[in-house]
């Protein structure tokens, strides 16, 4: 069987092949990629070569926020049916080390990511996954909804560290599919006023629409002294920096009040 591949060959260069597709080994799932998201740091891969310190290795395959269809399943597995309905976690875990065991698998001293070289991601028809790493979704959501869980999940974790307090006010900047989902859950933890500071007209209004009170074109106005003079020069108490970028992690300091948090999301870029 052969499944295409849509392959980063080079910076800013996708190549289509195909390559041969096994059956799924013990404890593993064959499926079908339906949709997949493209991710902030896909772009910093194709567009400048790396993500962070960690460079591209070409060919490679990128895509991490992926749903699908199970199409078979290998020996062992119980539970799933060609069929099945999932999302599909990109995240390898050993399990085994200090901090698998201790509840802390997202820092896994052996972890493996599917779309980082050597573990190819799902801009591909099929691949065979781990059958922990399947995410059930209900009939009524489709794949490009479920494509969402995994930035999601980034969302959700970066709230551990926002720590929000009932009422409490907040500033996003960034409004991107992540800022926008940060929005959103900042309103339902209960937060008073929420900023949203995003260049492009058309996020600032989507941002509007996730429960944003207020929101702030950072290239017409200096975005932290128009927060600090809407909050009587105090500062919000929570400032969470979904961009990266445009001097935005120093606008986040200055908008924020003493003693407050300052939560990076975004992954930082030199231009």
């Not at 001293?109 to 591909?124: I, K, V």
């Not at 399947?134 to 995994?150: D, K, N, Q, S, T």
């Not at 800022?179 to 900023?195: D, E």
Request: negative net charge; glycine residues 10%.
């Amino acid at each position: 069987m052969k499944s295409r591949v849509a392959e980063l060959s080079a910076q800013r260069k996708f190549q289509f092949v195909e390559h041969d597709l096994s059956d799924p080994a013990p404890g593993e799932v064959q499926v079908h990629i339906d949709a997949v998201g493209i991710c902030g740091s896909d772009m910093h891969a194709y567009a400048e070569g790396g993500v962070g310190d960690t460079p591209c290795l070409y060919p490679m395959v990128l895509g991490h926020e992926p749903a699908g269809v199970v199409v078979k399943t290998g020996n062992g597995v119980s539970g799933w049916s060609a069929g099945d309905r999932a999302a599909f976690e990109p995240s390898i875990y050993c399990y085994h080390c200090e901090f698998c065991r201790t509840g802390h698998h997202n820092v896994c001293a052996n972890l493996r990511f599917m779309s980082m070289p050597g573990d190819p991601g799902f801009f591909r028809e099929y691949a065979n996954i781990p059958v922990q790493n399947l995410i059930p979704i209900p009939a009524g959501l489709g794949a490009r909804e479920a494509i969402l869980i995994e930035p999601l999940a980034v969302v959700l974790h970066s709230m551990q560290f926002v720590a929000l307090r009932q009422t409490e006010t907040a500033v996003v900047f960034g409004a991107g599919p992540i800022g926008l989902m940060t929005v959103i859950c900042l309103k339902l933890a209960g937060a008073g006023r929420v900023w949203a500071v995003e260049p492009v007209a058309a996020r600032r209004e989507m941002a509007r629409r996730a429960g944003a009170d207020a929101v702030v074109d950072p290239h017409a106005i200096d975005a932290a002294r128009e927060i600090m003079r809407d909050t009587g020069g105090r500062g919000v108490d929570v400032a969470i920096d979904c961009a990266t970028t445009e001097g935005s992690v120093n606008q986040c300091l200055r908008a924020t009040r003493n003693a407050g948090r300052v939560v990076i999301t975004g992954i930082p870029v030199e231009r």
